[in-house]
């Protein structure tokens, strides 16, 4: 048999219901794909233990499941995060751990963006009042024009940088805060550099989050971080659900201590359907859909293919979560 290429995720299936694409592609490297569609951790353990390639969507992958691979050569989780990927035991095996970064940067943007002003805007408020029969826009009082608010980016990466030039086009003030990108950056975008998160949260009307989950953003928002914001702010996130700490949210939303949440993530995906945030009057909330649209799909497959094979065949990958294990 040629090489071995494992995919898993139950969010595999869901977002490619065929799979020819990956199975013709496999060919380029003289590989087979093998879908694992089973929830069963011995059984997955067993899949993988002579892959040459490992295919993910929010599939744990912990240290007992590397360790149990014997020739893997790549790791590649089929989105942005790689959150629940062990990168330190792949790296220690020699494995190049890769994740498909720009395929949908500027439609995370987008619906970010559309999160924000729908939010704002009191849109769901006033789609149930025309739902119901009424006809007046006074259940949405008070709304103020956007023109000149200050919109809070946390997290300047891709996408954080992707929502800059749509903020300028309502004519926002921008705020940003991010430790870990140069000053240069910060001035080549025209963006006001917020050092202390406090600051940006004091001061912004709109905060809109695009970091990766890590120990430091875990519930990086939370009781005191929302205290500290406007109680007519909006907070939007479209990154992690467990970034914000949902019951303090909730709690800040039903007490008036901010005005609203745009949320494509939550803690638990899918939610329980008790969720409060779900009814919540001043929330909007969608199914992690940020990332969608048919376009960003087709670049989603192609790309993520495609760093599978070029390693496969012996070449650099284009991204490496890891790039030590290429010296």
């Not at 380029?28 to 892959?51: C, G, M, R, Y």
């Not at 792949?90 to 002003?117: D, M, R, W």
């Not at 909730?250 to 995906?269: P, Q, R, S, T």
Request: glycine share 6%.
């Amino acid at each position: 048999m040629g090489k071995k290429i494992v995919t898993a995720g139950d969010r595999v299936y869901l977002k490619f219901f065929d799979l020819e694409f990956f199975h013709e592609k496999a060919k380029e490297a003289e590989a087979v794909l093998f879908p694992f569609k089973s929830f069963d951790d011995k059984e997955f353990i067993s899949e993988i233990a002579d892959t040459d390639a490992l295919i993910l969507i929010d599939r744990q992958l912990n240290k007992k499941h590397i360790e149990a691979m014997q020739k893997c050569k790549i790791v590649l989780a089929l989105e942005v995060g790689y959150d629940f990927i062990d990168v330190e035991t792949a790296t220690e095996k020699g494995i190049i751990v890769s994740n498909v970064p720009t395929y949908c940067t500027n439609q995370v943007a987008i619906h970010a963006f559309a999160l924000l002003l729908s939010t704002y805007r009191k849109i769901k408020t006033l789609m149930e009042e025309t739902s119901r029969g009424g006809w007046d826009y006074n259940v949405s009082k008070p709304l103020y024009e956007i023109t000149h608010r200050k919109l809070g980016i946390i997290g300047l990466g891709r996408i954080g940088r992707a929502v800059v030039p749509k903020a300028k086009g309502f004519d926002l003030d921008i705020l940003a805060y991010d430790p870990y990108i140069a000053d240069d950056i910060f001035k080549l975008l025209g963006v006001k550099r917020c050092y202390e998160l406090n600051d940006l949260l004091s001061e912004s009307d709109f905060i809109t989050l695009h970091v990766p989950l890590t120990d430091e953003t875990h519930h990086m928002i939370g009781d005191k971080e929302l205290q500290i914001m406007k109680n007519d702010a909006v907070i939007i996130n479209t990154c992690r659900g467990k970034v914000i700490d949902e019951k303090s949210l909730y709690k800040a939303l039903n007490n008036n201590i901010i005005a609203g949440a745009g949320l494509d993530v939550l803690e638990k995906e899918p939610p329980d359907k008790d969720n409060p945030l779900l009814n919540c009057g001043n929330a909007i909330v969608t199914p992690h859909a940020s990332w969608y649209a048919e376009d960003t799909l087709e670049r989603l497959k192609m790309q993520g293919m495609d760093e599978v094979i070029r390693v496969l065949n012996g070449k650099r990958p284009w991204y490496s979560l890891n790039p030590e294990v290429l010296y």
